[in-house]
């Protein structure tokens, strides 16, 4: 493996009482929440674990920033050994396979749901409601399903590729889904239909 050397690059870094976070060198902030922030410094990618993190100052112009919250650990990462092309490449085609099923399943559950309505006619505000509900739902466990997939950045052709899938899914798959869906209803519940037929029959005889 080659090793990196930094020549020429001065970095501090100030901790005081695992509660506030000086540093300088940063070139590029990679993802930030809560519990984790990702830079780009001038010797590597540098993480820092912990609790509610948020920014009190970003000059990326100087390459500063400072940080408040709970530190419970700090390590360095050599940018350029972290991901090769090929896996970088490899991630980001993972990721937008992500994306076109993810837009694919939430509009196949939803037509599960569809089916019913078509079998009998719901209220309006009762369908508002759980549509409403339903994609709220979808879409919030596919962010957190799919956005560590890539290190915390949500790219736009992920968007592009989620809306792209499901159009085509309900343009051209759809209908075909709802037809299945229907006669697995009339399959499972046509026996149902003729037992309680049957129990009809003898109670009228009786």
Not at 39 to 53: C, I, N, Q, S
Not at 68 to 73: A, F, S, W, Y
Not at 161 to 187: E, G, M, R, T
Request: charged share 25%.
């Amino acid at each position: 493996m080659q090793e990196m050397v930094y020549e020429k690059k001065q970095q501090k870094l100030c901790l005081t009482n695992r509660r506030q976070i000086e540093l300088t060198g940063v070139s590029e902030v990679i993802s930030f929440d809560q519990k984790q922030v990702v830079l780009d410094t001038d010797l590597g990618r540098m993480v820092f674990f912990g609790e509610d993190f948020h920014v009190k100052r970003l000059t990326l112009e100087r390459g500063e920033i400072e940080i408040e919250g709970l530190v419970r650990g700090i390590d360095y990462q050599d940018a350029k050994e972290e991901l090769s092309a090929g896996k970088f490449f490899g991630r980001q085609c993972w990721y937008l396979i992500s994306a076109l099923c993810a837009g694919m399943l939430i509009l196949f559950l939803y037509d599960g749901i569809r089916v019913f309505r078509l079998r009998k006619k719901r209220p309006v505000l009762r369908c508002l409601l759980v549509d409403w509900l339903f994609f709220l739902t979808t879409a919030v466990l596919t962010f957190y399903v799919v956005f560590p997939l890539n290190d915390g950045t949500l790219r736009s052709y992920f968007i592009v590729a989620f809306i792209v899938s499901a159009y085509s899914y309900h343009k051209w798959v759809s209908p075909w889904v709802i037809k299945v869906y229907q006669w697995l209803i009339d399959a499972i519940l046509r026996p149902c239909v003729w037992i309680r037929r049957k129990m009809c029959e003898k109670c009228g005889k009786s």
